[in-house]
């Protein structure tokens, strides 16, 4: 989900005051929330169990990473006294990062301990698999209009994106004195993101500065987010990654 927005700033009483800056989506609650792990295989999502002599020929599995939250954008800057100047517009949230991938044509995630195996297992499956993208960041909102114009808030930083992990049989292998045995893939894997990683989300925009009145200076215009960094994706005929 989304962030919320920051408050508005409080109005000055003086006629000098300056208003009250405006919320800022800054705070824990308003950074976009964080997209769920997704875990698909032909025959179970996770496994700490023998899979033996079996085999999904489903035909296609089809998967899309889910998406971190949009950053909140930053609250309005409070009204001023007649003379002053205006309350700074907020500063916007983090996007919320994005949630892991792990896609197999048998299971996308294993752990297979001394004893367990992956033996004797086949998928004809064809894989297709699309990551999610980390949360944009919030938008800083624009200093407000007045005597003194108000400065613009600081867009939020994008999210960092999160892995991908498939693999014709298993996506993420952790093998504890477990194995791959016999088995063997022949679908065809498609990993659909931007050259080979998962996107980063990108920066908020940045806040405009307000107009000031006549014979009084504007504002200066926030600052943009950062974009969120990329991330790889890890594909193979068997599994996608094994620790």
Do not use: C, E, H, W
């Not at 997209?35 to 996770?46: I, S």
């Not at 939250?69 to 309005?76: P, Q």
């Not at 983090?94 to 086949?122: C, E, H, N, P, Q």
């Not at 065809?188 to 990683?197: E, W």
């Amino acid at each position: 989900g989304s962030g919320g927005q920051g408050g508005t700033g409080g109005a000055a009483t003086l006629s000098t005051g300056q208003g009250g800056p405006g919320g800022s989506g800054t705070a824990a609650i308003a950074i976009g929330g964080a997209g769920g792990a997704t875990y698909v295989g032909g025959l179970t999502g996770q496994t700490i169990s023998d899979i033996i002599n079996s085999s999904s020929t489903a035909g296609t599995i089809t998967v899309t990473g889910a998406s971190g939250g949009t950053g909140g954008a930053g609250g309005t800057g409070g009204d001023p006294g007649t003379s002053a100047r205006n309350g700074a517009g907020g500063n916007g949230a983090s996007g919320g990062a994005m949630g892991a991938v792990f896609v197999g044509g048998i299971a996308g995630y294993a752990l297979t301990t001394a004893g367990i195996r992956l033996d004797t297992d086949y998928s004809l499956d064809n894989i297709i698999v699309t990551g999610g993208q980390g949360g944009t960041g919030g938008a800083g909102t624009s200093g407000t209009n007045g005597a003194a114009g108000g400065i613009g808030g600081i867009g939020g930083a994008g999210a960092a994106a999160s892995p991908i992990y498939a693999g014709g049989i298993v996506g993420y292998l952790v093998s504890l004195g477990g194995n791959i045995t016999y088995s063997y893939a022949t679908g065809s894997l498609t990993v659909n993101s931007a050259v080979g990683t998962s996107k980063g989300g990108a920066g908020g925009a940045a806040g405009n500065g307000g107009n000031g009145a006549a014979s009084m200076t504007g504002g200066a215009a926030g600052t943009g987010g950062a974009g969120g960094a990329g991330q790889i994706a890890y594909a193979g005929g068997l599994a996608g990654a094994t620790f």
